[in-house]
């Protein structure tokens, strides 16, 4: 891995005559995507990022002995776009999948105590896949069992395209269809929070609708989980930054954007500190905050819509414990604060004892606690989940926040993300808050990223790269 600035493949200073080039603003998984389509199809990019790595909000850094994500990400089998990201990277292997979707659940708000069931799937065709564990789900009533099932048929009956979803709340739609707030908490949220970043009652019956009707009810295999055995560092930043190179993309990271601006013979500059960047083509892959202070003027009929659109965010809890506490590779929680644990012992390079991170969502109510605060809150909801932590030593407790992981997926959202195109030739958007279709994921990141390239190529005449994610552009 690379400190500093890092080079592959020409600048961007030869005149026009020799090519189109390209200038890619940000180096998180849209901007990494956008520039390596852009590449492949024979342009010549500069990719600049403002931060000394690769990866965005899905990285990795140093803690002592230990390599530590920022946050748990994973992705489920229908996360085609960031599959096909990691094979082009070279980092399918790293992050493999499930054999068959298999969430344990463990729920502590029960008079006899913890109970667990688990959420999986069987080889049948949708709806069936799901059909005998839910059956069997101990976390719910019959009765609640059987609502649940007539609550998920009429959502594989919505139409994604209807634009009056976006304006509504998942959570209204859910007691308007017999679901208890059990069912809510036991299910729904469940699933909900952790892909969606909000629970139902604030999150848009649009953005709710695509992911369970993709990941639940389209293919038996769509939720599988995958998550990287590796740190993220090692996906998102060294291999990205290898495929960059062989790409023949030219890297520069700790470089600041200052402007982006349009020249007289219709060519685009763009402002770093000690240069003047020269491109046919511009992608804006940075949060919705910064491209609005880089847009120029008249590039989207309001740009103010940027600034409407929310954030939300995710805290994680990180744990060393002296001993093994946990057995299997992750469970969800119910009747606790605590949301989703993973085991990261190997992947953090930890040699000895056990590593979890506690990954929570919608986390407004934690994310600006303190440490001892959240040390007090957290280390007695892990006992009562794990009896081995009961008598076990803590060698390190610390927090990862990130007050903007996501957009707030709110309802009316929809019609504040933009598309990939602007009003201004030459100038393209990416990031998962644009209008990608899905929430702020990393599928939602590289789709964007596709979509941008997409535009850009068919502006510069160039044939779009054969091996490039095929993906529908949003409006």
């Known amino acids: 891995m690379t400190d500093g600035k890092a080079s592959g493949g020409p600048g961007t200073g030869a005149p026009a005559g020799h090519g189109k080039d390209a200038v890619v603003i940000g180096g998180g998984l ?26 965005g909000l899905a990285f990795s850094f140093r803690r002592g002995e230990l390599t530590v994500d920022n946050g748990q990400h994973v992705y489920m089998r229908c996360c085609t776009a960031y599959r096909w990201f990691l094979d082009r990277i070279g980092g399918t292997a790293l992050a493999p999948l499930q054999d068959r979707l298999d969430v344990p659940v463990l729920d502590l708000d029960r008079p006899e105590g913890r109970r667990l069931g688990r959420l999986r799937r069987d080889p049948l065709p949708v709806p069936l896949h799901l059909g005998r564990s839910l059956a069997a789900y101990p976390h719910l009533s019959l009765a609640d069992r059987a609502k649940v099932g007539r609550a998920a048929l009429a959502l594989k009956g919505l139409d994604l395209t209807d634009p009056a979803l976006d304006s509504q709340d998942f959570g209204g739609w859910l007691t308007a269809h017999g679901q208890s707030a059990r069912a809510v908490e036991a299910l729904w949220d469940l699933v909900g929070v952790a892909t969606l970043n909000a629970v139902a009652g604030d999150c848009s019956l649009a953005l709710a609708a695509m992911v369970f009707k993709t990941g639940l009810l389209s293919d038996p295999g769509a939720a599988d989980i995958g998550w990287a055995k590796v740190p993220l560092g090692d996906l998102h930043d060294r291999l990205a930054r290898e495929a960059l190179d062989a790409a023949g993309v030219r890297t520069e990271t700790r470089t600041r954007v200052n402007a982006v601006s349009r020249d007289g013979d219709g060519r685009w500059s763009v402002q770093v500190p000690g240069e003047q960047l020269r491109a046919d083509a511009v992608v804006l892959a940075v949060p919705q905050r910064e491209a609005h202070d880089l847009l120029p003027p008249g590039a ?16 994680n809890v990180h744990v060393v414990y002296d001993r093994t506490v946990l057995t299997r590779p992750f469970f969800a929680a119910l009747g606790t604060p605590v949301q989703w644990v993973f085991d990261r012992t190997d992947a953090s390079g930890l040699t000895s004892g056990q590593y979890l991170a506690v990954s929570q969502s919608a986390a407004q109510d934690d994310i600006d606690a303190p440490v001892a605060a959240l040390r007090e809150r957290y280390l007695p909801e892990l006992e009562r989940l794990l009896p081995g932590a009961r008598g076990a030593e803590v060698r390190d407790f610390f927090v990862t926040r990130e007050r903007t992981a996501t957009f707030a997926p709110t309802p009316g959202v929809g019609r504040l993300r933009p598309g990939a195109r602007t009003k201004a030739p030459g100038l393209y958007l990416a990031g998962a808050w644009t209008a990608t279709g899905w929430p702020a994921t990393m599928e939602s990141a590289v789709r964007s990223g596709v979509s941008a390239a997409d535009a850009a190529l068919s502006a510069l005449g160039r044939p779009r790269p054969r091996r490039l994610f095929e993906v529908e552009e949003a409006a």
């Open 30 to 55: 849209a901007g990494v995507t956008a520039a390596l389509a852009l590449a492949d199809a024979g342009v010549r990019v500069t990719l600049v990022e403002g931060r000394p790595r690769l990866g």
């Open 300 to 315: 989207l009929d309001d740009p103010q819509r940027l600034l409407e659109i929310g954030t939300a965010p995710i805290l």
